[in-house]
């Protein structure tokens, strides 16, 4: 196999590009935006968490779900009108529920082996994206959550990471600007944020620097193999083309589904749309009342992330409603009166909405591998965590398109080839 088409120029396909064409294959990107990373991979909440490995599959967010469910500024909100794709997902996510612990550890695991990946390559290829290495804080209100958090962090050390429990003096001292009364919390030192749109874009222009084609403004609407070959078919402002390839790697986000249904497999990746506010930090007085770790309050489902001096992101909810972009005040609102809750010394005066859709599997695990033809590939499903995951899959796609080994890759447990 030499040449190699990939569908979708968010973190996902650019990671994997960039992998591939490191291995020595001729890549072509295809994305239906005029630019890479202008969907979802545009401005998340900037973690590169593995203290967020937690898988949902937990018992309590059903519980917490059906108590949200009609509560319009609630963390989660499920649109009751029913789908086969809903229902189907949430099927399958109450049956992923025995391995809640397992997809956990293999979670944590992931996301600690791709930050060598992601550092390595933003230093090789001149990157700036806002990187910042301060550590991750987890607040808690109450004893519960804390609790909680407990039992998980014995899961994060499975899967080998290192966080510690802190007082609220601690987490002062840790964080001096955010306000408020907490029970405690959990401070993870190795994890750091960063401008998820930038890297893209710098890894992008790295790609098309080792010779992959970026073929911007194409939407692929036909996508087939017989398993030697594999076809593109785009259609783009100045007409339809039809491309063939060796093979061919499927990483578009809410759109993988689709596109692997044409290829005969089943990637049951689910929309859930997520918000983000970008503060516009314009004064000194802002500047320095904004935190600099990030944080992630888990009762709120909040992640913050302070992007070079001037920007403050904070970002989370999550919502089941299908292929909607739509971004409505009553959720935004939320977001905002909790950066005047925990730092009111921050103006918002100047705040820039933004809504996202997750590509989730019901198991909250991605798909990286093979599908039912020899030449086809996936890395896509990535849910709340593809910033955080996408070096180290991508790498994981590349061996395993470089091993071509009959029968798919499973190189961890619970990253299933897709088939
Ligand atoms: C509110 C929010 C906060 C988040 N916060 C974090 C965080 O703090 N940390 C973290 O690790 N993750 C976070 N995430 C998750 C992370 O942003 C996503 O997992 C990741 O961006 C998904 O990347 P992707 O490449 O799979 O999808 P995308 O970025 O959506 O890329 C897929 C691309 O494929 C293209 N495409 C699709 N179909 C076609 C087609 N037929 N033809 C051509 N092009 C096509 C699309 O245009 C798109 O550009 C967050 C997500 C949201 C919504």
Known sequence: MKTLAVIGGGITGVTTAYALAKRGYAVTLFERHRYAAMDTSFANGGQLSASNAETWTHPSTLLKGLKWMLKSDAPLLVNPK???????????????????????IETARLAIAAREHLFAWAAAEGIDFDHRREGTLHIYRDKK???HAGEVSKLLAAGGLARQAVTPAEMKAIEPTLAGTYYGGYYTESDSTGDIHK?????????ERLGVRCLYGQDVWSVRSDGREARVAVAAADGSEVYAFDGVVVCAGVGSRALAAQLGDRVNVYPVKGYSITVNLLDATSQQAAPTVSLLDDETKLVTSRLGVDRFRVAGTAEF????????????RPLVDWVNQCFPGVSTRQVVPWAGLRPMMPDMMPRVGRGRRANVFYNTGHGHLGWTLSAATAELLGECVARHAPGGLRPLSGIAAAA
Not at 199 to 207: D, I
Not at 321 to 332: C, P
């Open 82 to 104: 029913p789908s086969w794709h809903k229902m189907s997902w949430f099927a399958a996510f109450i049956a992923s529920i025995p391995k809640y612990r397992e997809n956990t």
């Open 145 to 147: 959550g804390f609790d």
């Open 199 to 207: 890297f893209t874009q710098g890894l992008a222009a790295a790609c």
């Open 321 to 332: 409603n299908g292929v909607n972009r739509d971004i409505r005040a009553d959720r935004i």
